[in-house]
């Protein structure tokens, strides 16, 4: 039974590492999905963008279904960053993953920064929803100048 514990090890080695590929069956999926999720993301940014910054009437019920979008979104990208995914039909440096603890912060600026444009736009005040659209835009912002290839 000299295969027992080498076995035992491959399971527990699987079990192990399996979360980070658990959702994708390839490393191009997982470039996929976060590339979806900042588009999605990016799209109702910019509808809220549009009337924060007047050039579509302000609608408060269009700006908050918007909102809570962008702040679901923001939470999902993350994930498809898998180790090993700088490569292929992506802008993202490897950088992100040399320095993780930067990264997961500045996903999590952006995250807090969504929450707080979604909970402006509930209140269905503009102003409050211009001041957090900027907020968010600069934390889109400095990750892509830190972590984005140009
Ligand atoms: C957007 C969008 C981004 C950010 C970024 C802010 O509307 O699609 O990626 O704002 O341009 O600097």
Not at 52 to 58: Q, T
Request: proline share 4%.
């Amino acid at each position: 039974m000299k295969t027992v514990a080498p076995l035992a090890l491959v399971i527990a080695f699987a079990t192990l590492s399996a979360p980070a590929m658990a959702q994708f069956q390839k490393p191009e999926d997982a470039v996929k999905y976060r590339k979806a999720a900042l588009t999605v993301m990016a799209n109702h940014f910019g509808r809220v963008g549009a009337m924060a910054n007047g050039r579509v009437p302000f609608d408060a019920k269009v700006a908050a279904d918007s909102a809570a979008i962008v702040e679901t979104m923001s939470k999902l990208p993350w994930e498809g960053f898998v180790a090993g995914t700088d490569k292929g039909d992506t802008r993202a440096l490897p950088v992100i993953w040399t320095e993780q603890a930067k990264f997961k912060e500045a996903s999590e600026r952006l995250q807090g920064e969504t929450a707080k444009l979604n909970a402006a736009a509930k209140t269905g005040n503009l102003d409050a929803i211009k001041t957090a659209f900027g907020a968010v835009g600069q934390s889109c912002k400095a990750c892509h100048d830190n972590f984005r290839k140009e």
